[in-house]
């Protein structure tokens, strides 16, 4: 089944404590991309990639960190978690991010205390 | 640069039709998605429009008007499923999605 798989799907966490989120799709998509969602802010963009060691910002990096090694995975880490990264993270691959329909996991829950 | 315009909520009853609108300004266009988002759920892709017209997709259609910057997508036969957020969105690799459209449909 083509699909995108995030883990964990929630989890609490304190502040200070690395974490990272993993992203992994089975659908050979070039490109993958990590938004955080918050109550009245709509999807925002943290991180995209292109394609394998591409990658670049989106309009909320700060804090975050990514890598693109292997073309299936994407993983979204945070290095020292605040609570004001408490959120909603989705990612999501397409084929050709340029104009592709985005497949979406299904979401991770954090809280940082 | 890029914006755009959505109703924030809207209500409606079942069996009824709505149109959520979404007005834009684009620098370059290189068409529409709608998506749809049930609450604490992931979106999922409706439609993609890059040219003008109507497109029809069983009970949903999304409308594209590139000269007035302007789409609209049409639920007809409105279902209490189809409460959910309506999202229109640009694409492109800085893809980023407004708050979108709240439909809450009442029996």
Redesign the interface.
């Given at each position: 089944e083509a699909q995108v798989t995030q883990n964990p799907r929630y989890l609490i966490t304190v502040t200070g404590k690395k974490l990272t989120v993993t992203c992994s799709q089975n659908m050979n998509h070039e490109?993958m991309?990590w938004?955080r969602q918050d109550p009245?802010?709509?999807?925002?963009?943290i991180y995209?990639s292109?394609n394998v060691e591409v990658t670049?910002k989106?309009?909320v990096p700060e804090g975050y960190k990514v890598s693109r090694k292997e073309k299936r995975n994407f993983p979204l880490i945070l290095e020292s978690p605040s609570p004001n990264q408490t959120s909603?993270y989705?990612c999501a691959s397409s084929l050709s991010?340029?104009?592709?329909?985005?497949?979406?996991?299904?979401?991770s829950r954090l809280t940082v205390l | 640069g890029q914006n755009i315009d959505q109703p924030t909520e809207m209500t409606a009853t079942e069996g009824a039709i709505v149109q959520i609108n979404c007005t834009y300004q684009t620098s370059g266009f290189n068409g529409l998605f709608w998506y749809q988002q049930h609450a604490g759920e992931a979106p999922t892709f409706l439609s993609y429009n890059v040219l003008d017209g109507l497109e029809e997709k069983g009970r949903f259609s999304s409308f594209l008007s590139r000269s007035k910057g302007y789409s609209y997508l049409l639920l007809k036969e409105l279902q209490m499923k189809d409460s959910a957020s309506y999202l229109c969105a640009f694409p492109g690799y800085k893809l980023s999605f407004g708050a979108g459209t709240t439909v809450t449909v009442r029996a």
């Amino acid at each position: 089944e083509a699909q995108v798989t995030q883990n964990p799907r929630y989890l609490i966490t304190v502040t200070g404590k690395k974490l990272t989120v993993t992203c992994s799709q089975n659908m050979n998509h070039e490109y993958m991309s990590w938004y955080r969602q918050d109550p009245g802010l709509g999807l925002r963009q943290i991180y995209y990639s292109m394609n394998v060691e591409v990658t670049d910002k989106g309009d909320v990096p700060e804090g975050y960190k990514v890598s693109r090694k292997e073309k299936r995975n994407f993983p979204l880490i945070l290095e020292s978690p605040s609570p004001n990264q408490t959120s909603l993270y989705f990612c999501a691959s397409s084929l050709s991010g340029a104009t592709g329909e985005l497949f979406f996991g299904e979401g991770s829950r954090l809280t940082v205390l | 640069g890029q914006n755009i315009d959505q109703p924030t909520e809207m209500t409606a009853t079942e069996g009824a039709i709505v149109q959520i609108n979404c007005t834009y300004q684009t620098s370059g266009f290189n068409g529409l998605f709608w998506y749809q988002q049930h609450a604490g759920e992931a979106p999922t892709f409706l439609s993609y429009n890059v040219l003008d017209g109507l497109e029809e997709k069983g009970r949903f259609s999304s409308f594209l008007s590139r000269s007035k910057g302007y789409s609209y997508l049409l639920l007809k036969e409105l279902q209490m499923k189809d409460s959910a957020s309506y999202l229109c969105a640009f694409p492109g690799y800085k893809l980023s999605f407004g708050a979108g459209t709240t439909v809450t449909v009442r029996a």
